[in-house]
């Protein structure tokens, strides 16, 4: 007894003198209760008492210091944690805040040991620290293991033992690929005798092209990707080809330095390829809207924040959107470093409101791989042309110089086939609510390809016009036909189908058109239907047009109609009043540049204008001319089908006319703009590198140099949050005060280096942790381990834990043979409930209705599956899945009994379950057993134990009774889901092996890795 007692003495000696960790156990007491008022934030700071900084604790003051180091008794902190009166107590009681006895205990025996103050752990550079010894010296397989050992063994815990193969085989499928291992592919690596097995398995799934896939899905959850705007009416955005490109730069192995810089600043390195622009979109994936009422300057600094905020949790792992209406209470970034941080963004060409259409500039066209040669040689192809066209209109000079000199430009008729209705001469000016109709043209129609060409005068009004309609009105204010209007002082020509869902051509924000002026207009439709079937023209020239619609599909239905053309008017509530219109030429097919050019010229070349004379002679007499414009009219043809191939995207880019700059916003308020700014990094870390320019480059430099401490360890940490389920530190978006201070500093700081060394080689780091001792061991939980590390920080067994929902999906896809290995492309709507979108949605979205695909599409990864923002999947949501309208880092995982109704329920699960249990029943024909070992080598990637035989079995004669007993029940269950069930198979044995699959697919051990 005499022994027990002395050593459990030595034992709290020994712990009472322990060195108090300042970073783990002091600095997160302070910052929960004390920073609010003694902190960065100096418009709540109170008594004039800073307890964040060195300087602030250690000051003396009038009445002490607030901390003396190695004095308890006279630090007024001391004190006051502890105080008798409410009044002087801190925190106060109205806080709600109370430091508990085991904390002031380890204050004070912080202040005993001399206070020893470091700044914040994440703001130091990283050091790659000594490696410390270990008893077990046999188990380390790497530095990685030995920091982790060391830990381990200080907390008097052992590690587990290794998993068996098959355990090891399903866990790295899953970490690296996202999906379960081959059958085969198991019984191949069990069988496999050779030392460095394991290595190759590792290697074989990190060639995998669903190693991009699985790593990409990450990576949009920080990116908040989504295929629709976000707000107000939810309308389609193409961005797939930036999805896409993430998938690839994976499987690549980019270098992350140049996959950030890429994304931050693609756009703007010298001679950009597509693929840098295409990444520049990473800043284009957030939320944006068009809501009339919206005012766009609260709209841009929404953006702004939105930004700045992504920079900081992806990159930073920092919360600086707290200090976007005052200095941050808990980190040292003020509002002004933050401001310094949006001028970044401030510079670029997008505008405020997306105009609820899929392109919203600025976008890039992304040709199929088949066409990117030749898309990236167009440029100079037609520049090679265009100056074809000006040697032959030099060598031409001399035969039009005499053709001009005898008049015969005055004899001259307009040489543009197929018109097929023209105004008569004179000008009609249009009063209020005045329309003038013609007799009903049959001029338009979804397959008949056509022209308008018009001249008309803008008056000066804040209404929206339409200068001609042939619109057939329904109830609900619905019609069909078309329309020609000049909405916001740019034109529109829209082709309204069924349902009142138009596709539709107009100009850009920066061309809009002058008012109390003449303008020429060509609108060209080629009879296609589809989106970007349409141009645009004014005065004669080919300018950039929004090929936008109200609907992301191609037109639907029929636009020809039996009402009448009418002329200023929509034949509502539009009009044209204060407008004249002088010219009007329809064409019944679509017209080419020069002779758009042509009509824009016509009355100039009457007039004897040598210009337009010269076009005219060009473009009709001269041989060498007419043989240029065709070859011009060619190549267009040619980008247009190359166009319509491929896809666009939404990219950066930056305002050549002026430099980043923003203001300090006082409160946030966007109405209320103090101080410029300049764009800058935070002051509490390493300034810009030397040279670096002050925009979206010069961060994108700063963010992956070697000096900046965050970065590095930001991206290992997650990456760590991956495999193993929570990082080393578990607020992987905070690493500020308020964040959670590592579990191995140590080991935190190593792999930062060891990853910026191996040349930010992600595929290398991902290869460490996976074929290290700690990632092998088997998840055995003891109570002993439970009790020490409950949610196994210290790692001293193998990682488990339950599956995002994307890969639960993809899971049952995979072992049922129902997965299509596609990659890439638009994105696929899969089975959702009915009714999904719309109990959301608006009655203008183009996203209202939920029409699921068929086919392959049903069966595409989760990753490629639509994601609406105001709708997301609905068992992506039901398993933790953020909306994607913010940055997320790191998921929540609950578990509720919906998401057991996802995977027992949803057709998508059921129809996996007999697709996979007709595959069994293929393979082992008349052997019931046999077929329950294939499902759960499918599933399990194992045998079934002989005592799950038994319950198994047991579970499909029951079943097999009620089946045969109910054939209707039997053909219901069957008939799940779009795939074809094999008819030849004995129904009530096909839907008895069907509910097993489906409740082997519900087991923990399927859904948790």
């Known amino acids: ?98 430091i508990s006895p085991q904390q002031r205990a380890t204050l004070t025996r912080w202040v005993e040991q001399g206070a020893p103050w470091q700044e914040h752990w994440a703001f130091q550079q990283p050091v790659k620290p000594s ?3 270990v008893r077990n010296t046999q188990w380390p397989r790497s530095p990685l293991d030995q920091l982790l050992l060391a830990r381990m063994e200080g907390a008097g815990l052992t590690p587990a033992p290794e998993a068996d193969r098959r355990t ?28 460095d097995a394991y290595e190759k398995l590792v290697d074989r799934y990190l060639a995998s092209p669903q190693y991009g896939e699985h790593r990409a899905r990450f990576w949009l959850d920080a990116a908040r990707y989504a295929d629709t705007h976000g707000l107000h009416i939810d309308n389609y955005r193409e961005m797939w080809p930036y ?89 040292p970034i003020s509002q002004k470093d933050f401001y310094a941080l949006t001028a970044f963004y401030r510079n670029t060409l997008q505008r405020p409101l997306d105009g609820n259409i899929y392109d919203t500039p600025p976008v890039l066209v992304v040709p199929r791989p088949e066409d990117r040669e030749r898309w990236a040689s167009l440029s100079s192809v037609e520049a090679a042309a265009q100056q074809r066209l000006e040697a032959a209109k030099a060598a031409a000079a001399p035969g039009f110089a005499e053709w001009f000199r ?94 009142n869902k138009a596709i539709q051509v107009r100009g850009t924000n920066d061309r809009r058109l002058a008012v109390n002026a003449w303008h020429h207009v060509t609108f060209t ?151 410029k700014v300049e764009p800058a990094v935070p002051g509490v870390l390493p300034p810009l590198p030397a040279g670096a320019p002050k925009n979206r480059l010069g961060l994108a430099q700063w963010l992956v140099d070697a000096n900046n401490p965050l970065t590095a360890r930001v991206t290992v940490n997650r990456l760590w949050q991956e495999i193993f389920g929570i990082g080393i530190v578990k607020t992987a978006d905070d690493f500020g005060s308020q964040g959670e201070a590592p579990s191995h500093p140590e080991l935190l700081d190593w792999l930062a280096i060891e990853f910026r060394e191996s040349g930010w080689d992600v595929k290398a780091l991902l290869r460490l942790m996976v074929t290290s001792s700690a990632y092998r061991q088997a998840a055995i939980a003891t109570p002993a381990k439970l009790q020490a590390d409950p949610d196994n920080r210290l790692l001293a067994r193998g990682p488990r834990f339950r599956m995002d929902g994307e890969m639960i999906r993809d899971y049952a896809l995979a072992a049922s043979g129902l997965l299509t290995a596609t990659i890439g492309g638009p994105s696929v709507k899969p089975y959702q409930p009915d009714n999904v979108w719309e109990t959301v949605a608006m009655d ?93 080598r499918a599933v399990l990637a194992r045998p079934l134990e002989e005592r799950e035989q038994t319950i198994t079995q047991s579970a499909y004669r029951d079943y097999l009774r009620f089946y045969d007993s109910n054939p209707t029940e039997a053909k219901k269950l069957l008939a799940v889901g779009e795939s074809k069930p094999d008819a030849s198979l004995p129904p009530a044995e096909f839907a008895a092996l069907t509910m097993v699959t489906n409740q082997l697919l519900n087991l923990d051990e399927v859904v948790t890795k």
């Open 1 to 98: 007894m005499r022994s027990v007692v002395i050593f459990t003495l030595a034992s709290g000696f020994a712990l009472a003198q322990a060195p108090v960790d300042f970073q783990r156990e002091v600095r997160p007491i302070l910052s929960d209760n004390c920073f609010h008022c003694h902190g960065p934030d100096r418009t709540t700071r109170m008594a004039n008492l800073r307890l964040d900084t060195r300087e602030g604790a250690f000051a003396v003051r009038k009445k002490g210091a607030a901390i003396v180091p190695g004095k308890p008794a006279e630090s007024l902190i001391l004190q006051r944690i502890a105080h008798k009166d409410p009044a002087l107590l801190m925190p106060p009681p109205h806080t709600h805040k109370q």
């Open 131 to 133: 490696l410390p010894a």
């Open 168 to 195: 090891l085989a399903r866990r790295l499928a899953l970490d690296l690929t996202g999906l379960p291992p081959q059958a085969a592919e198991v019984e191949a690596f069990v069988a496999d005798a050779s030392p």
């Open 243 to 331: 999805r896409d490109w993430v998938i690839q730069a994976f499987n690549k192995n980019l270098r992350f330095d140049q996959f950030v810089l890429w994304q931050v600043a693609g756009d703007l390195l010298p001679n950009r390829t597509m693929e840098q622009q295409i990444a520049s979109g990473f800043q284009r994936c957030n939320v944006t809207t068009n809501e009339g009422g919206v005012i766009p300057d609260e709209v841009q600094a929404m953006y702004d924040k939105d930004r700045a905020d992504t920079t900081g949790a992806v990159f930073l792992g920092m919360t600086v959107g707290c200090a976007s209406c005052h200095d941050h209470k808990f980190d």
């Open 406 to 499: 005898k008049g015969r430009q005055k004899k001259v008729k307009l040489p543009v086939a197929g018109e097929a209705f023209r105004l008569p001469a004179g000008e009609l000016t249009f009063e209020a609510k005045q329309t003038r109709e013609l007799a009903n043209q049959p001029l338009f129609a979804r397959g008949q390809a056509f022209s308008i060409a018009v001249r008309f005068y803008l008056p000066k009004s804040t209404e929206n016009l339409t200068v001609l309609s042939q619109l057939e009105r329904y109830p609900e204010d619905k019609a069909r036909g078309i329309a020609v209007e000049v909405n916001d002082r740019r034109p529109f020509l829209r082709l309204v189908g069924d349902d």
């Open 525 to 675: 439709y080629d009879g296609s239907g589809r989106r970007d079937s349409m141009a645009l023209f004014v005065n004669g020239e080919a300018v950039p047009y929004e090929g936008a619609s109200e609907s992301f599909f191609d037109l639907i239905g029929e636009i020809k109609t039996a009402a009448p053309v009418r002329l200023g008017s929509d034949g509502n509530k539009r009009f044209f009043a204060g407008g004249k219109i002088s010219d009007l030429r329809i064409y019944g097919r679509a017209l080419t540049a020069h002779e758009a050019r042509s009509i824009a010229l016509w009355p100039e070349l009457q007039q004897g204008d040598r210009a337009a004379a010269e076009h005219y002679y060009l473009a009709n007499v001269d041989a060498g001319g007419r043989a240029a414009h065709q070859h011009i009219a060619g190549l267009a043809a040619e980008r247009l089908a190359i166009r319509r191939r491929g896809a666009i995207t939404h990219v950066m880019q930056e305002k050549a006319d002026s430099q980043p700059m923003s203001n300090i916003l006082y409160r946030g308020q966007y109405d209320q703009p103090r101080d």
């Open 844 to 936: 203008g979205s183009n996203t209202r209705f939920y029409k699921r695909d068929s086919g392959e599409s049903l069966y595409r990864r989760s990753l490629y599956t639509f994601w609406k923002r105001s709708a997301p999947p609905a068992n992506m949501e039901i398993f933790n899945a953020p909306t994607r309208e913010t940055c997320t880092v790191r998921r929540e995982r609950t578990n509720t009994p919906l998401q057991a109704l996802v995977t027992m329920n949803d057709p998508q699960f059921v129809e996996a379950a007999r697709a996979l249990a007709q595959r069994a029943l293929q393979a082992e024909k008349n052997n019931p057993a046999g077929q329950l070992h294939f499902v759960a």
